[in-house]
């Protein structure tokens, strides 16, 4: 199989290492021995290769909303089988199906707006970037939010000075 630009199986012949590493991924054992909750540093990772999955898929012709699906079942079978569909950072017990696939999605299509948005329909690519700057914190990292009053003064301009 070959991309544009992305000839896999000349890179794959001319790596040798690939060949134990794939070797030593079909060996993992499942079950008990990786049952463990997903870390924050893994479930960057899961986002990540989904966005990149995403990305390819993409960028080979597949349809957006095919892409994301295929990005988003592979992290949702890879929780489920390895981290038996726990995440640390979200919840203290194991996510049901939906609640994983639902997360897989946002997570790849949040990844691809980041790394390949060029990949992204704009009206897909407008809307993760509305949600995003609302989600964001209106305070740097790392300080605490300000106060807010409870009624504002009545004082208030309603238009504030412009910042330079």
């Known amino acids: ?3 544009p630009g992305l000839p896999f199986r000349a890179v794959a012949l001319r790596l040798p290492l690939l060949g134990g590493l794939l070797a030593a991924a079909v060996a993992v054992p499942g079950g008990a021995a990786l049952a463990a909750p997903a870390t924050q540093a893994e479930m ?5 290769l989904a966005a990149l999955n995403l990305c390819i898929a993409r960028a080979a012709g597949v349809e957006f909303e ?3 699906g295929i990005a988003a079942e592979t992290i949702t079978r890879w929780i ?3 981290h038996q ?3 640390a950072p979200v919840s203290a017990t194991p996510l049901g199906l939906e609640d994983l696939r ?3 999605v946002n997570s790849a ?3 691809a707006v980041e790394i390949c948005p060029d990949q992204v329909p704009p009206e897909v690519l407008r809307d993760v970037r509305q949600a995003m700057q609302k989600s964001a914190p209106a305070t740097p990292t790392g300080q605490p939010p300000a106060s807010t009053p409870a009624q504002p003064p ?3 301009p309603a238009d504030p000075p412009a910042r330079r």
Request: aromatic share 4%; no cysteine; proline share 0%.
């Open 1 to 3: 199989m070959s991309l």
């Open 44 to 48: 960057e990772v899961y986002t990540s």
């Open 66 to 68: 095919r892409a994301v």
């Open 80 to 82: 489920q089988d390895t």
């Open 85 to 87: 569909s726990a995440i």
């Open 102 to 104: 639902r997360g897989a």
């Open 109 to 111: 299509v949040i990844g």
């Open 154 to 156: 009545a004082s208030t």
